[in-house]
Every structure is written in C-alpha cells, then in structure tokens.
C-alpha cells in the first residue's frame, strides 16, 4: 500500500519533467548565459575573450543610437498599445451588451482576429507594397484630391512611425478584444441585473461594475503587451532597410541588438548588454505596472470594508 502511494508521488514529477527539463534548457539557461555573455567582450570572429566588467553597459549608454532605440520602442508601443485597448475596450463592451445584443458576434470577432495569425514577414510586403510612392494609397489619395503629389512615406519619420504603429495595432486589437470580452462574460448577470433595478446606466454599470471586476484580466493584458512591445523587431525590420530608417525612427532596442551582432566581428558581448537591458526595462515596467494596480485594488476594498463597517454600525 504504502509503495503504490510512493510510486503515485511520483507520477506528478514525471509528468511535469518534460516542462521543468524545457524550461530549463530553452529559456533559465539561455537568460543566465546571456547576463554572462554581456560582461564578456567576446565575438563571432576569436575564440579568447576575457571578462571586462561592465564596460558593454557603459559604452551602451554613451552610445545616442541605445537611447534612440529606447525612445523609439516606447512611443511606437504606446501609439499602437493607447487606441488597442480602447478600441477593444468599446467593442468588447458592445459585443457583450445585453441591451444592444449585436447579431454576428462570433464573426465580428473571427475577422478582428485574422491579423494575427499573418505572417510579419507578409504583413510587411503587404504595407510596403500599399505606402510605396506608386502604390495604391498614393494612387487613391491623388485620383481623390486629397493631396496633390504623391508622399514618400517611408522617407518621413512621422509617417513610418505611424505606419509601424497602426500595423501593430491592426495585428494584435483583435487578440485583445477576445480577451477583454472573455473577462467581461465571466461577470455575473446579477451584478448588472441588481444595477439596472437600483436605476443605473450603461455608463455608470461600466464604471463601477465591469471595470473594477475587469482589473486582472487588464493587468494580464496591458504586461503581455509591454512584453511584445519591448521585443518588437519583425515588422520595423523588414519594413525599411533592417536598420530603423529613416533617420533610425523605426530602431527598436531588439533591431540594436541585433544590428551590434551582425557587425563585422559579430560583438555578441555588446549585443548580450543590449538584451540584459530589454529584459531589465520590461521586468522593471512590469513590476511597476503590477503594483500600482494592487495598490489600487487594496485602496478600493479598504474603502469597500470600511463602507460595510459603517452600514453595519447603522443598522445597529
């Protein structure tokens, strides 16, 4: 009896040993060897290099190319992640309505979502191919009278940013909008049942009914955005030269990284530096995310206790 007990304890480590042993392998050794690369100056083209401290870290943030990478990465996620969530936000909140009751919401939300299953690489040729100086956009705006002369949208910083930005947009709103309309459907009917008896309107149910109840899957969204959004690469690299033109605008921190390896010597030491910090932004921008909403969380239901403390107190 007591060995069929033991053999069964250890069903559990062999079912979670393919995960641990992955795990392992494929993301806590690459990310430890990464931080130990970055100290190092070594390159693809000797086999001797020797540790140096945190000379890559200093010469990352003497170099202006680092800090525009920076910037860059942050304005084109906020320009992309701000309309995202909103956009999402109001569709979610129409989709499950039970006052508007939308027909075709299964299909609404199939094509929202079939952006995000394209290829970047496609998506890319795609936007590149619209906004050329004789594509189609250009052909449409000057056959309208919109504007007298075709643009060089990729010669414009402005224009590429904002191409780059609505491209995200368009790619990843859709997989938002399941999500939020996931958390909005686990949302008990009572709560905006009870509402509706007490004379609430739609705006007030949203305010102080689906958004507060709504916070967690938030927070799972806006961190696995800025997660994506901090490694951003594919689509502001092969959208222009592979080198964030015009003028570095479109040169995120993932596309610096990969440029300071594919340099003559292939610095994998300076690239390394250049990941530890992605990782140490995104961390740090998480956390930060993470505890401002908790503290949020625990202000409301301090307030909440205390309102029941005081109704219990008049009652008696």
């Not at 569709?91 to 995000?116: D, E, M």
């Not at 930005?165 to 990843?172: E, Y």
């Amino acid at each position: 009896m007591a060995n069929t007990k033991i053999n069964k304890n250890y069903y559990g480590y062999i079912f979670t040993a393919p995960f641990i042993i992955g795990f392992l392998l494929f993301s806590l050794y690459p990310l430890v060897y990464t931080f130990y690369l970055s100290f190092t100056n070594m390159t693809m083209m000797s086999k001797a290099y020797k540790l140096i401290g945190f000379e890559n870290f200093k010469k990352l943030f003497d170099d202006r190319f680092f800090i525009q990478s920076l910037l860059n990465t942050w304005k084109i996620w906020l320009l992309n992640f701000i309309p995202q969530i909103g956009i999402a936000m109001l569709l979610a909140v129409w989709f499950t309505s039970t006052r508007l009751k939308i027909k075709f919401v299964g299909f609404w939300r199939t094509i929202f979502y079939l952006p995000n299953i394209l290829m970047p690489a496609t998506i890319a040729v795609l936007f590149f191919n619209f906004f050329s100086f004789y594509g189609p956009v250009n052909q449409a705006a000057v056959r309208l009278g919109i504007i007298n002369d075709a643009i060089e949208y990729f010669r414009h910083s402005g224009w590429t940013v904002s191409i780059v930005a609505f491209i995200q947009w368009w790619m990843w709103f859709g997989s938002t909008l399941i999500i939020l309309m996931a958390g909005m459907t686990s949302i008990s009917p009572s709560f905006y049942e009870s509402a509706m008896v007490d004379g609430a309107n739609s705006w007030q149910m949203f305010r102080k009914i689906t958004l507060p109840l709504l916070r967690p899957v938030l927070v799972y969204v806006l961190v696995t955005s800025l997660v994506g959004g901090m490694q951003m690469f594919d689509i502001p690299y092969m959208l222009t030269d592979g080198r964030g033109s015009p003028n570095g605008s479109i040169m995120t921190m993932n596309i610096l990284m990969y440029m300071k390896f594919s340099s003559s010597k292939g610095h994998i030491g300076a690239a390394a530096s250049v990941g530890v910090m992605i990782f140490i932004v995104t961390c740090l921008s998480a956390l930060l995310i993470v505890k401002l909403l908790s503290e949020k969380d625990s202000k409301n239901n301090a307030k909440a206790v205390k309102g029941e403390v005081k109704g219990y107190e008049l009652h008696n």
